[in-house]
T-cell receptor
């Protein structure tokens, strides 16, 4: 079974500044993916970024990047040049890469991000 | 594509009534997932299907909950009888086949259920 810990229930950042959201997980699998999803007040779950565990290179997606430390089972999200539209709940989620558990995401409890103008 | 479509967006019902939530996945996605979100328990996987077949229903809370996927374009989650503790947002999500979608789930907008 996978467990996911997001140790920061709430974070805040000034517009245009950088913020990092933390996530640690526990898994016995060697082949898996890691995701960050955001949930704005509209409650729609939106994919932010994904990382394949077999890749050493950290994923980036425009202003969003991750710091993936496989040995430490850590997967943090960095948001650069924060914008008001980034305000949302952010969820970290690992998922098995194959077999009968393909696609099963285990979500952390989430971090509420507030962006101040 | 219109994305994953869920209905209704909001449902208010009284305890003991039957509730049916509906989901239309993205065409070509052969995985379908039902998640439930509450303040206390966060996002929980209830059940998921592959090619219309239930693969894992270990997250279904009890026999009052049932899910079906009669064809590739439609799934239902039914609660009978409903209880106040079933109040939550229920999400449906779909994904491409293994090897194509890298586990990326596309979520619907969710159905907010309130049981009085």
């Amino acid at each position: 079974a996978q467990t996911v810990t997001q140790s920061q229930p709430e974070m805040s950042v000034q517009e245009a500044e950088t913020v990092t959201l933390s996530c640690t997980y526990d898994t016995s699998e060697s082949d898996y993916y890691l995701f960050w999803y955001k949930q704005p007040p509209s409650r729609q779950m939106i994919l932010v970024i994904r990382q394949e565990a077999y890749k050493q290179q950290n994923a980036t997606e425009n202003r969003f990047s991750v710091n993936f430390q496989k040995a430490a089972k850590s997967f943090s999200l960095k948001i650069s040049d924060s914008q008001l539209g980034d305000a949302a709940m952010y969820f970290c989620a690992p998922a098995y890469a194959g077999g009968t558990s393909y696609g099963k995401l285990t979500f952390g409890q989430g971090t509420i991000l507030t962006v101040h103008p | 594509d219109a994305g994953v479509i869920q209905s209704p967006r909001h449902e208010v019902t009284e305890m003991g009534q039957e509730v049916t939530l509906r989901c239309k996945p993205i065409s070509g996605h052969d995985y379908l997932f039902w998640y439930r979100q509450t303040m206390m328990r966060g996002l929980e996987l209830l059940i998921y299907f592959n090619n219309n077949v239930p693969i894992d229903d270990s997250g279904m809370p009890e026999d009052r909950f049932s899910a079906k996927m009669p064809n590739a374009s439609f799934s239902t989650l039914k609660i009978q009888p409903s209880e106040p503790r079933d109040s939550a947002v229920y999400f449906c999500a779909s994904s491409l086949p293994q090897g194509l979608g890298a586990n990326v789930l596309t979520f619907g907008a969710g159905s907010r259920l309130t049981v009085l």
